[in-house]
């Protein structure tokens, strides 16, 4: 499996997210250099990329057949409730963190992602904090030329 991502680096996969008005799917492919167990490289994203013209950064590692990535958003995005989506460049863009393992029966990456959006100590328990973030399945494999 590590053979694979070592001699081909474009992925394409897809993400699930979900809201109150459904669910949706996004597209996304990573064109990554992988050395020694680490990668890093660029995600174009449906929806970002496809709004901003602009691409993600991306940074993991493979170990065994457990994948670790995250991709960063270079700037604030997000969307209103009727399915705009805006920007603010002047915003730090969010980390999604993705984890998961790779399946010899099916040849594709998947696992669960998340963003966490915001985390604010508990006023009532002191020491704890209260993270709402967004979370959601993946899977992605390998770009056939």
């Excluded at 174009?44 to 065994?64: A, N, P, Q």
């Excluded at 995005?77 to 863009?93: A, L, Q």
């Excluded at 393992?101 to 002191?126: A, L, M, N």
């Excluded at 209260?130 to 959601?136: L, R």
Aim: glycine share 8%.
């Amino acid at each position: 499996t590590e053979r694979q991502f070592i001699t081909d680096k474009n992925w394409i996969g897809r993400y699930a997210c979900s809201s109150e008005e459904g669910a949706s799917t996004f597209h996304f492919e990573i064109n990554a250099t992988y050395e020694h167990g680490s990668f890093e490289g660029t995600v174009y994203e449906e929806e970002f990329s496809g709004f901003t013209k602009d691409v993600l950064h991306v940074k993991g590692f493979i170990d065994g057949a457990l994948i670790s990535f995250v991709k960063t958003y270079p700037y604030h995005y997000s969307s209103n409730k009727d399915g705009t989506i805006f920007t603010d460049k002047e915003k730090r863009g969010y980390e999604a963190v993705y984890q998961g393992d790779f399946s010899e029966e099916t040849v594709k990456w998947s696992g669960d992602w998340e963003i966490i959006v915001s985390e604010e100590q508990d006023q009532r328990r002191r020491g704890t904090f209260i993270t709402k973030s967004i979370v959601g399945a993946w899977e992605m494999s390998l770009k056939r030329e």
